[in-house]
């Protein structure tokens, strides 16, 4: 199925099946032997690995299986058929028929393959109803196409301002990930924004909502106490403004309060800084501050807008202001 010898699979040669597990984060290069002994050997390696579940597969084999149900290789795999006038049913690629094909054999493992509502694809057991969704991701390091996109945003950031930050770059960031309503306040009534430069929620598995929202310096964040509006004593008591003060939501036409602040800065959050908020904040404060600063930031910025633009216009509106 990965090299894509198997019918309704999308056919790879050497130089994708390398491709193909270097999407997975995996360092395999074919060395040019027999596709499918080669690709069984390193898919037996794969299976010893460590797993988060002893009811699911390793954890690189669960990414393979992620990565093998990719709509867009479907796709291509069937534009070129039709570029070279071979539109035989047995030689094209069928997603549906082979992710039936794919389940046939692991449901007698007590597996099943099954698709988000973004369509990628999850592996679950039949038995205890665990899924792999519900994995930690671990970063993987960053291809030379992102490391160059990460260049870019990075320039972006040391000469935006901070509602262009916040605009061009952390609505579309959380907005991929998969939060809802991202309001950006603006500063136009920068008296009113109780300390929330940004506000979103997120839809829990159970349909709960929680909601959240970020603080945002353009600046390097420091324990410097004669640094004016960087200093960090400022940033203790907007964070404090921001929990304390509840936001209106128009779509439960309702006031709630935040579950989570996000603290991130277009610079660096030095330990000092960190080390003293937390002391400053009460048990109760503390946990709901998550902090990420400039690294954190272009690395998943990187990854997830990997085609963002930020060289066009800016304008940012005061629409969904959350008061």
Request: proline share 4%; charged share 25%; with cysteine.
């Amino acid at each position: 199925m990965v090299v894509g010898d198997a019918k309704h699979f999308p056919y790879r040669s050497s130089y994708y099946i390398t491709k193909f597990f270097s999407r997975c984060g995996l360092p395999f290069i074919h060395d040019g032997s027999t596709r499918a002994i080669w690709t069984r050997q390193r898919l037996a390696e794969l299976n010893l690995g460590s797993s988060q579940s002893a009811d699911l597969p390793s954890e690189d084999l669960c990414r393979v299986v992620s990565e093998l149900f990719d709509y867009d290789d479907f796709e291509r795999h069937n534009e070129k058929r039709q570029q070279v006038g071979d539109t035989h049913p047995d030689y094209m690629a069928d997603f549906e028929t082979a992710l039936a094909a794919f389940n046939k054999i692991v449901h007698r493992q007590g597996l099943i393959a099954y698709l988000d509502d973004s369509g990628r694809c999850y592996l679950r057991s039949t038995g205890t109803g665990i899924s792999t969704a519900t994995f930690s991701q671990l970063p993987r390091p960053l291809s030379q196409e992102e490391i160059e996109q990460r260049k870019k945003l990075a320039a972006f950031l040391d000469g935006s301002s901070e509602d262009e930050f916040i605009e061009k770059v952390l609505v579309p960031l959380f907005q991929r990930l998969g939060f809802r309503r991202v309001s950006p306040t603006g500063h136009k009534d920068k008296l009113l924004e109780f300390g929330k430069d940004l506000w979103m929620k997120f839809q829990l598995p159970t349909s709960h909502w929680i909601y959240f929202c970020a603080q945002v310096k353009k600046d390097k964040i420091d324990s410097n106490n004669a640094s004016g509006e960087k200093n960090v004593a400022n940033v203790l008591s907007q964070a404090r403004m921001a929990l304390e003060h509840p936001i209106f939501d128009p779509e439960a036409n309702s006031k709630v309060l935040l579950d989570h602040l996000f603290l991130i800065s277009a610079g660096e959050i030095t330990k000092a800084a960190r080390s003293w908020l937390v002391e400053q904040l009460d048990v109760g404060q503390r946990r709901h501050i998550i902090f990420m600063d400039r690294d954190e930031l272009l690395d998943q910025s990187a990854r997830i807008l990997i085609d963002l633009q930020v060289e066009g216009p800016f304008q940012i509106t005061d629409e969904d202001v959350p008061f």
